[in-house]
């Protein structure tokens, strides 16, 4: 069985801090796959990142930055100088080998950025 | 590129009615394809995924039913709706091509039922 857990119900921070979101994740799976997604006010789902679990290297995308660490499950989410347009629900995601591919979410972490 | 068309965006129902919801996605063949609902509390559960023309599979007991009628046409509907099925309907979609694809959502509905 395949796990997310996101800790973080809500996260408020003021415009240009930086703001960690985490990301716990379980799974008996060897070969795994961990995602990013934003959810904005407008409520689609938007991609943000892929991480393989045989790639530790972390990652980092303009002012997004990703800790991946197996050895504590933990796949976590940096913005730095964060914006008021990054509010959002943010989610992690597990897929792990099987049929289509199905995805194991986390509950979300509703990230709030005052001006 | 690739794109994922929901409607209708919202929707209001009363209980007992019928309900149809559509998805399509273009600039790919083969997709597979998949229902999630997000009730108030924000986390996203998956109904339905397919991963072929006519293969539909359930994830939890409930009064929704899905088909696939067409490869990139994916469709959610219900005979009898219940107060219980508002929500927020994500159809969303990803590539058949290796096991670390990412899937791609759609706009979402926004159901009431009254």
């Known amino acids: 069985a395949q796990k997310v857990t996101q800790a973080q119900t809500e996260i408020s921070v003021v415009e240009k801090e930086d703001v960690t979101l985490d990301c716990v994740y379980e799974t008996r799976d060897t070969t795994y796959y961990l995602f990013w997604y934003k959810q904005p006010p407008s409520g689609e789902l938007v991609f943000l990142i892929r991480?393989?679990?045989?790639?530790?290297q972390n990652e980092i995308s303009g002012r997004y930055s990703w800790n991946f660490q197996k050895s504590t499950s933990s796949f976590n989410f940096t913005i730095t100088a964060s914006q008021v347009v990054d509010s959002a629900v943010y989610f992690c995601?597990?897929?792990?080998?099987?049929?289509?591919?199905?995805?194991?979410f986390g509950s979300g972490t509703q990230l709030t950025v005052l001006p | 590129s690739q794109t994922i068309h929901q409607w209708p965006a919202t929707l209001v129902q009363p209980v007992g009615s019928p309900l149809s919801l559509e998805c399509t996605v273009e600039g790919t063949s083969n997709p597979n394809l998949y229902w999630y609902r997000q009730a108030a509390g924000r986390g996203l559960q998956l109904l339905f995924y397919s991963v072929g023309i006519g293969q539909i599979s359930s994830e939890v007991p409930q009064n929704l039913s899905a088909s696939r009628p067409q490869d990139r046409q994916f469709i959610l509907s219900s005979k009898k709706l219940l107060l219980s099925d508002s929500g927020f309907y994500l159809c969303?979609?990803?590539?058949?091509?290796?096991?670390?694809?990412?899937?791609?959502f759609g706009d979402g509905t926004r159901l009431s039922i009254l």
């Open positions: 995601a597990l897929s792990a080998r099987g049929s289509a591919r199905q995805l194991t």
């Open positions: 969303a979609w990803s590539s058949r091509q290796g096991s670390n694809q990412p899937q791609h």
């Open positions: 991480r393989n679990s045989f790639d530790e």
